[in-house]
Every structure is written in C-alpha cells, then in structure tokens.
C-alpha cells in the first residue's frame, strides 16, 4: 500500500499509528496522521505549512489527550487500523500526487489531502490557517526549488502488483516442475 510513498512520508504514517498505540486508540485517525505530520522534522508539509511552529501544542488544538506518562507496548503484531477517514485522506493523497505528475507522494500531499475535506483534523489547520490552493502553490513552487526523488526505473502501476506477484510465483512453480522432470529423467535412466 505505501510502495509510493517516500521515506518523510511513510514515517508520518508510522508517528500516526505511534500516536494511535499509545493513547490506546482503536483506529488511526486524521488527528494521528496530523500528530504525524508535527512530529516529522524538515518535511515538505513543515516547509510549506510551518505545522511546527504554527502547532506548538497539537494535541490541544485536536481535543486530544497528551500521552501517559506510562508507556504501554510499542505495538502488538498488527498495530490500530486506519479510520474512514484516514483511508479516505490517503487516497486523496495519491490524487494530490497524481496532480502534481509526482510519483512518490510526500507529506505535503498528505497535508494537502487533510485540506481537501472536513475531517478531525479540520479544526487545528483552520486555525494556522491553511487553505487548499495556496497550499497547492506553495507546494509547486516548493518543488520547483526542490525537486522530488528520481521516478524508480522499473515503474508498474500498482494495479500491476498482484499480477507481477502472481506471475513470480507462476515462474517459480514452472522451474521447480523443470528441475522435478528433469530429476525423474534422470532418476529413469
């Protein structure tokens, strides 16, 4: 699911499900996915959005608990899914990708999707405030100054996926039943 995701990204995520685990929460919401986004230092959305210095306090502005001084687990084989809302924030992070031509979706995509509808975290980025088209053009401009990574060589859509997986175990098979013919030849002879 995160194959496009760069590095900055994939770790706000991770500070999400982090944020989820140690308030004991259910599911990963957009709130978490904003804590994500505070706790990511020198990411795009921080250049953009200044969520740092804006969001001293995040948990306060989302109506959150601090975390407890206790530390529960760090997380259990399958940590707190994503929420509908968290779902739905990064698909339209991958939209927000596709309309910039941008392979790799970075934070700012997932600041920007966070923009695109009301949700939990609506509240503390209406109070920076942060709107979706200016965010967009400091996200462009923010690009053209820093270019994203290079695009991977071989690039599949991700609807080729299951196929190329499919097709590895396919291939897999097929020599294993070659080298089994080939034993049984030998073996006969």
Same mark, same amino acid.
């Given at each position: 699911?995160?194959?496009?995701? /760069?590095?900055?990204?994939?770790?706000?995520?991770?500070?999400?499900?982090?944020? #989820?685990?140690?308030?004991?929460?259910?599911?990963? %919401?957009?709130?978490?996915?904003?804590?994500?986004? %505070?706790?990511?230092? &020198?990411?795009? *959305?921080?250049?953009?959005?200044?969520? @740092?210095?804006? $969001?001293?306090?995040?948990?306060?502005?989302?109506? +959150? #608990? =601090?975390?407890?001084? %206790?530390?529960?687990?760090?997380?259990?084989? *399958?940590?707190?899914?994503?929420?509908?809302?968290?779902?739905?924030?990064?698909?339209? *992070?991958?939209?927000?990708?596709?309309?910039?031509?941008?392979?790799?979706?970075? %934070?700012?995509? $997932?600041? @920007?999707?966070?923009?695109?509808?009301? /949700?939990? !975290?609506?509240?503390?980025? &209406?109070?920076?405030?942060?709107?979706?088209?200016?965010?967009?053009?400091?996200?462009?401009? =923010?690009?053209?100054?820093?270019?994203?990574?290079?695009?991977? $060589?071989? @690039?599949?859509?991700?609807?080729?996926?299951? +196929?190329?997986? #499919?097709?590895?175990?396919?291939?897999?098979?097929?020599?294993?039943?070659?080298?089994? !013919?080939?034993? $049984?030849?030998?073996?006969?002879?």
């Amino acid at each position: 699911m995160f194959e496009r995701y /760069n590095e900055q990204a994939r770790r706000v995520v991770f500070f999400a499900r982090y944020e #989820a685990t140690q308030r004991g929460s259910e599911k990963i %919401t957009t709130a978490h996915l904003l804590l994500g986004l %505070t706790r990511e230092k &020198d990411s795009r *959305a921080d250049a953009i959005g200044s969520l @740092r210095s804006k $969001i001293p306090d995040p948990c306060e502005l989302l109506g +959150i #608990a =601090h975390r407890p001084v %206790t530390q529960v687990p760090l997380f259990k084989k *399958a940590g707190p899914p994503l929420d509908n809302d968290s779902k739905k924030t990064l698909a339209y *992070a991958a939209q927000e990708a596709d309309r910039d031509k941008e392979y790799w979706i970075d %934070t700012d995509h $997932i600041l @920007r999707a966070l923009l695109c509808f009301p /949700n939990e !975290a609506s509240p503390a980025l &209406d109070s920076i405030p942060l709107d979706l088209n200016s965010t967009r053009a400091r996200s462009k401009s =923010h690009r053209i100054e820093f270019p994203s990574q290079k695009v991977p $060589i071989l @690039r599949f859509p991700l609807w080729f996926e299951p +196929i190329k997986k #499919a097709l590895i175990k396919l291939v897999i098979f097929a020599i294993v039943c070659l080298i089994a !013919a080939l034993l $049984i030849r030998w073996l006969n002879y």
